[in-house]
């Protein structure tokens, strides 16, 4: 087993290795997945949060081993790129990957501290009637302007992808999680707008994110509303028809 640590845990390899050897019979299960596993523990005293890759099958193994950087490793990496950039996320403790004699990856692991936090963008979603709804949604737009200055293209947006904290009111931290699948590059606007595809958006939500993005960046609020409502009609109507054609499939 391979140990990849952050330089405030160095010299703590073997306890956490002890930690991940007991994933399975010890701690708190968060998300069972059919490939992902999510599970809280205490690491000397502190909440932390280790998330289980499942081996893969032998291609994306060899793909993983020598072309590609693991989920495990991405997930540390791109924690340690968002924080030094000044967007939030769960701090990156270790990960590590098992391999085989020939080098081929077996299970791999992330270690992260836990957030303890209060909801999600999909309670918004779920209800127009959330306490303060358009000023957590202005600054998550903030937020996820932030991201876009510091080049990165988060490609799982989602709603239940970034951990809201209540601070006070009317001041909300937001964290990332989830962060095995992002690009860095510079984003155009209509790139941008489309990031917020999969955040499942009404049109009065589409309205607030447009106007608070017009103000951040110096575009025309009429043209990004029109971008991001095109993005989340077009993303609604994949999904709706994606479920659609599973539907009748099954009834052949």
Do not use: C
Request: net charge positive.
């Amino acid at each position: 087993m391979r140990i990849i640590t952050h330089s405030k845990y160095k010299g703590k390899e073997k306890a956490l290795l002890q930690l991940v050897a007991s994933f399975f019979n010890e701690g708190n299960l968060i998300v069972k997945g059919s490939r992902n596993t999510i599970k809280s523990n205490v690491f000397e005293n502190e909440k932390v949060n280790i998330k289980y890759f499942k081996k893969p099958g032998i291609v994306k193994s060899i793909i993983y081993s020598f072309f590609r950087s693991t989920k495990a490793k991405r997930s540390f990496d791109y924690a340690n790129y968002l924080l030094e950039h000044n967007i939030p996320t769960p701090f990156p403790i270790a990960y590590m990957e098992e391999r085989s004699g020939s080098g081929l990856l077996g299970d791999s692991y992330y270690v992260s501290q836990q957030i303890d936090y209060d909801f999600t963008i999909r309670e918004l979603i779920h209800n127009p009637l959330f306490p303060e709804r358009n000023i957590i949604l202005e600054q998550f737009t903030e937020f996820t302007f932030k991201m876009h200055e510091a080049n990165v293209n988060f490609l799982d947006h989602s709603p239940g992808n970034t951990l809201i904290i209540k601070k006070g009111e009317g001041q909300y931290d937001f964290y990332l999680i989830d962060l095995n699948r992002m690009k860095f590059e510079n984003l155009s606007i209509e790139a941008r707008m489309d990031n917020f595809k999969k955040m499942w958006l009404s049109k009065t939500m589409v309205k607030v994110i447009a106007k608070k993005y017009a103000e951040l960046s110096g575009d025309s609020e009429a043209k990004l509303h029109k971008i991001l409502l095109e993005k989340t009609k077009g993303f609604k109507r994949n999904i709706t028809k994606k479920k659609w054609l599973k539907r009748k499939l099954k009834r052949k």
